[in-house]
């Protein structure tokens, strides 16, 4: 039977071993029976540069190496792992997807983005967003001793969690205009994105038609996994407690 897996917003860290586990097992045992493989950002909880070689990492890459030898697996940059490149990707046996991607899903040409671009309320993340996004924030950072770099991204991840507090529940979500703008430039009536950690999907109306907005969960207490066939769309959790 054909079908397609989608995942995003893992958040992979060498401390947090369960959801580790978790997609070792996902990727072992299901994954590679896939026509193909998406990973829609947020992978990994902070990415300082493929020149910070770890156990971890070099685990991570290899699973998911295993499962390219199956099926095609890909990936898209979200606003934790943006630093990823070439090297790591490589390694990972992963092709790399433009922030905004059309692909024929069975027949329904569908967009596929992290989605972070999409929470438009959220002022001063997308003036961070542009700048990390350039052409020379990332290669500045990058070219920053790997220790300074740690600095740097701990006193990130303190301000944002310091700065998410203070935001209401509908600046972090997408802003449905923008939603609706996104898909009709693209032409398409599917959308697939991460980043907000709020699964569901909505129904919505694009060029007066009825389309389909699909947000993939987290993984922070569970395995989260879409799985989309020619007839069906199926957002699944899988157990930390049985890896």
């Known amino acids: 039977m054909a079908f397609t897996y989608f995942i995003a917003d893992l958040h992979l860290s060498a401390d947090r071993s369960d959801i580790t586990a978790c997609l070792f097992s996902f990727l072992e045992n299901e994954a590679s029976h896939a026509d193909a493989l998406y990973v829609l ?16 990492s070099e685990s991570i890459a290899a699973a998911f190496k295993a499962v390219s030898n199956h099926c095609p697996v890909y990936f898209m940059h979200g606003n934790r792992d943006f630093a990823i490149r070439q090297g790591w990707l490589h390694k990972a046996g992963m092709q790399l997807l433009d922030a905004q991607t059309v692909i024929d899903l069975y027949g329904e040409p569908t967009l596929l983005t992290h989605g972070d671009e999409l929470c438009t309320r959220d002022v001063a993340y997308q003036k961070f967003r542009k700048k990390s996004r350039s052409w020379w924030w990332p290669r500045l950072m990058l070219a920053l001793p790997l220790w300074y770099r740690r600095r740097v991204a701990r006193k990130g991840r303190q301000t944002s969690k310091s700065n998410q507090k203070n935001l209401r529940p509908e600046i972090m979500d997408v802003t449905p205009s923008e939603v609706v703008r996104v898909m009709e430039a693209h032409n398409v009536r599917q959308l697939i994105h991460g980043h907000t950690h709020r699964p569901n999907i909505h129904m919505l109306t694009v060029h007066q ?17 879409l799985r989309v066939s020619p007839d069906e769309v199926d957002l699944q959790t899988r157990s930390f407690a049985s890896n």
Do not use: C, H, M, N
């Open 209 to 225: 038609s009825s389309a389909k907005r699909i947000v993939l969960g987290d993984w922070y207490d569970q395995g989260s996994v």
């Open 41 to 56: 950002g947020d992978l990994f909880e902070v990415w300082l540069g493929d020149d910070d070689v770890t156990p971890f």
